[in-house]
């Protein structure tokens, strides 16, 4: 687990800094921030104001046990002062000094500390032991000197020698045992033993005064220490079952101590100060009220700080949103969720109305970007394609020309230089490199935001009671040029799993469409998308252990059966060594073979090759291989999608192994055993296009490692004359397929491994559209930075030998550089540019219209948006590109024809030739 802190402006909510640690985090004042590490017994000192390091140091080895609390008292001195508490005992730390230890476990007494507090005259230190089957709670004073000043033992009567919960106060100490009675300490060191009130059902035993819940009423009791008598209000909150409330204890200047309370229904939010009076009469006072629709979710907690004019209160939702209100109201709302982000998707604005549909690339969809049978076909294509485009664009010309030709002509208007305003670019939302991203959270929000400017367009809260499982696009074609999306969210019942909700939403406005309940547990749901010749929308398939199938829209059924007769299915078994392949028949799922791996194996990877929409709809049984043109030689790469790749951790060795297995048969394909890995640090797996790589940190040669392994066909072809031969004889075909049930599937692969120094925390690999860009990687470093690593450089076929000559019978390649060990690192390669990123944790591409570009969203504690071209945007013009000037370019040249044609016909040269 990890855990965040850092500092805000407390006038904007802008974040001024921020950390992430795997150390525990105690934050207690504005002295500063404390982490510690229990089992390393090490503590991080931080300034409040800057987020740097103060100091660090360990426990000294005298000191025993594990740390369990650690904080910083703020006593008004410039020393730091810390208090360490371990499970035994307690320690008091001026500067690098220790000027106290408290009372440590013997032979005969043990001991456990139950928690401190601070307070201006210094520390309250509690813990419990027991002596002999007699135990007691023990309490002492010390002051920040180091000295103990009081201490005094209550004997505590308990079943099964159970240890109380004990919370401190401002002059008391509290202890509480259930709902059975209250102890109480004052301030001098007195105590009582006091039942709750008559009727009470549980106490909450955090505050002087109490919170007390019956089944349907809320009841609010004040422990007044002058007599010790608690005096109850009923019904202080509205009956609703659904409200949530958060309590606090008010200490603040000019009034006396109170409780502080928010309260949040479907409706309305409020927050509101009580306090008791003289004569025992509690007062309430409503600070700040919010009626209508709330966008937030249940109360987690909340703190007031409060002057004689003004107060400040801080409100945390259980869904991550942090208020700040003051006298004047709501200052800021600041959204943490994202934080949390559990799965996303990409939505295009203009996404109701189909874009023209390119001939080309729909052949490229139909038959394949990497099928050479359809290689001169397409060419024309596209040249068609853009003779036509290129007319359309001259005709376009003209008619903008004849409408902005006056604007056009005031050349000091084009070069004018003014405020600058967002300009709103139709053609980045149809192109679809400007959408709406929605998240789903892990603190149970769904959240729209802007790709382009960040900005949160909608936001909604899912109830607590159910819990987000993931989020889906689905689309249906109602018409010729007419596509409807909607945002499919599923969530599930906490209490029970089996209970499924399907919550269609509007993308653009986050309106709910429809709300549809299913019984069905499922482990697995996969979009199946449209098919514009046999299905007008994309379906989800539920699958439950028990490989029960489960259709929505359930209309899709008939289609859905169709389709899956065509697919290949594999599944992990709860085994973890296990792998069964299955097969659609007869309206179920049928398993046709399985893998079992060693028993000392458990599969903890696995990955499949990415495939667009309409690569999925074609799984066959035969795998194919595309070409790679090479000067004079083709080779042949292996590509299919049927296959996957898993790693095993080989509890008998320092290592892991690597298997390629075909979805068809179960047939291994390829197989490898990777010693030396170190498997408490990241691993990440990738299958993409003919080649698998596997990262993990190499503890023989201390660095993170990468190991690619690449798929290609036996056969070279040395003749460009011999292919074409093929082609048009249609012997191509037969020879590009590959058949997993043939002994010989003629696939070879290589390897080869490479050090990157900089760490690999995550790994993905570029996602375009149609898979026609260069699939280059991209890695999350250990300093969360986003790098990026081509392709080329981590081709298996890299020549060993520098300038050396090339057999054309080799699978050396003549294309990329040299085989080196280490990956180059350099800045211009790091995506991220000067960002600083905190606890990046994941990478996904959202894909566009345009084939080059995708949008690349890195999203942990941070989150990063930005549009990611790998080979830079070589299918569309720049945002830089000034369109204007290229026009009045083209208006004073054919201006400049006019007048050089009307002069020259007025030359002696043209009347003695006689043009005319």
Known sequence: SKNHFGSLNPRTGEILWSKTQTEEVANIDSSGFVTFSGQQRSINIYDSDSGSIITT?????????????ARLINSGDTKLRLVVQTESSYYFFYGDELVYQSKQSDAGVSVTTTGF???????????????????????????????????????????????????????????????????????????????PPKGVSYLVPE?????????????????????????????????????????????YQHIKDG????????????????????????????????????????????????TEDNYRIIVQTKDLTLLYITKEGLKWELDNSLSTIHDLEGFKYKSSVLDKINPYYENLEKYGAQNVIYLIPNLVLRVKVHVSELIEGVLGLVEWSAQKLPGLLNVAELFKKGEKTERIDPNEMIQGTRQLLIFVTKANTVVAIDSKYAKTVWRMVIPSDHIISSIFKLEEKLGEGILNTKAAIIVRNKSSAEKTRIILLNPLTGSVIEEVDKIFDAVKILKIPHNEKERKQDFLMFIDKNLKLLYFPSSEKAHAEALLSKINFFTIAQTKNVIEGLSFEQ??????????????????????????????????????????????????RHTDINNFVIVSNDSKSNGCNLYVISGVNGRVLYTSNIQNVGKNQPINLIFDDNGVFFSYFSTKNFIYEILSVEFFHSHIEASYSDLLYKYYTGGLEDFVKVDYFDQDTRVLSFQQTFGFPPGIKVMKAFNSKLGLTRKNLLVITESDQLYTLDRKLLSSRRPLVPGGTVDPYS????????????LPHSGLFTVTGTSHLNDIENIRFITTERESTSLLVAYGQDLYVNKYAPQKEYDSITEKFESSLVILSIVI????????????????????????
């Not at 007390?212 to 079952?241: F, G, M, T, W, Y």
């Not at 699978?811 to 280490?822: G, K, R």
């Open 893 to 916: 040249a054919l201006i400049g024809v006019i007048v050089v044609k009307f002069m020259a016909e007025r030359s002696k040269v043209y009347k003695i030739f006689n043009f005319s």
């Open 811 to 822: 699978f050396e390649s003549t294309n990329d550089p040299p085989y080196t060990y280490l």
């Open 259 to 306: 409780l502080l309370y928010a309260a949040r229904t479907d409706k309305s939010f409020e927050i509101h100060l009580q306090d008791m009076d003289k004569n025992s009469n509690i007062n309430d006072l409503l600070l700040f009220q919010v009626k209508g629709n709330i966008n937030f979710g249940e109360i987690d907690w909340i703190r007031g700080y409060f």
């Open 207 to 251: 505050l002087n005064i109490r919170v007390l819940d019956n089944e349907d009423q809320l009841k609010i009791c004040i422990h007044d220490p002058s007599d010790r008598v608690p005096v109850c209000k009923k019904n202080i909150a509205k009956e609703d079952k659904r409200a949530s409330y958060a309590f606090s204890y008010g200490s």
């Open 117 to 195: 507090y601070s307070f201006e005259g210094g520390v309250y230190l509690s813990h419990f032991e027991t002596k002999q089957g007699k135990s007691q709670i023990c309490v002492a004073h010390v002051d920040f000197s180091g000295k103990e000043k009081r201490s005094t033992c209550t004997q505590y009567f308990s079943k099964n020698q159970e240890i109380p919960q004990i919370v401190f106060m401002k002059d008391l100490l509290i202890t509480d045992k259930a709902s059975m009675y209250n102890m109480l300490f004052y301030s001098d060191f007195s105590s009582q033993v006091m039942a």
């Open 587 to 636: 309206g179920k799922l049928t398993k046709i073979w399985n893998y079992v791996l060693p028993s000392q194996e458990v599969i903890i990877k696995f990955d499949q090759p990415f495939h667009t929409s309409h690569e999925f709809l074609k799984l066959h049984e035969e795998g194919f291989f595309s070409a790679l043109p090479e000067d004079k030689r083709i080779i042949f």
């Open 57 to 69: 140091f360990s426990l000294p080895k005298a000191i025993k046990g594990t740390i369990k609390e």
